[in-house]
């Protein structure tokens, strides 16, 4: 048996609470409000979160600045998104952007 039973039990444990953290969403939505505010405040923080892994992922590596390609490719994604072109147009104009970068040896 590759694992034990108490790593099994924990694992079926994180399992459960998983779901059940994810299936009180739907089914408190109807029977929960909150503030005007603090909804403002939720989907602020959501944006946030989104910007701040995005920034994180394009600018580090590991424990190191990863250069100018990946940011160059993620801001011309950013302005292609923002105006508001095809997922598959921004996603390849990113690639190429870094491909192309990191092609001439821009680090």
Same mark, same amino acid.
């Given at each position: 048996?590759p %694992?034990?039973? *108490?790593? !099994? @039990?924990?694992?079926?444990?994180?399992a459960?609470?998983? #779901? *059940?953290?994810?299936?009180?969403?739907?089914?408190?939505?109807?029977? !929960?409000? #909150?503030?005007?505010?603090?909804? =403002?405040?939720?989907?602020?923080?959501a944006?946030?979160?989104?910007?701040? /892994? @995005?920034?994180?992922?394009?600018?580090?590596?590991g =424990?190191?600045?990863g250069?100018?390609?990946?940011?160059?490719? &993620? &801001?011309?994604?950013?302005?292609?998104? %923002?105006?508001?072109?095809?997922? /598959? !147009? &921004? $996603? $390849?104009?990113?690639?190429?952007?870094?491909?192309?970068?990191?092609? !001439?040896? &821009?680090?």
């Open positions: 048996m %694992y034990s039973p *108490a790593v !099994l @039990v924990a694992l079926l444990a994180l459960a609470g998983t #779901f *059940a953290f994810r299936f009180t969403g739907p089914v408190l939505r109807s029977r !929960l409000t #909150f503030p005007p505010r603090a909804e =403002q405040l939720l989907n602020t923080s944006i946030v979160l989104l910007a701040a /892994l @995005v920034v994180t992922s394009a600018l580090a590596t =424990q190191h600045i250069g100018v390609a990946r940011p160059a490719g &993620v &801001v011309v994604g950013g302005v292609l998104a %923002y105006r508001k072109a095809p997922f /598959l !147009l &921004v $996603v $390849v104009a990113a690639a190429a952007v870094t491909a192309v970068l990191r092609l !001439l040896s &821009v680090p």
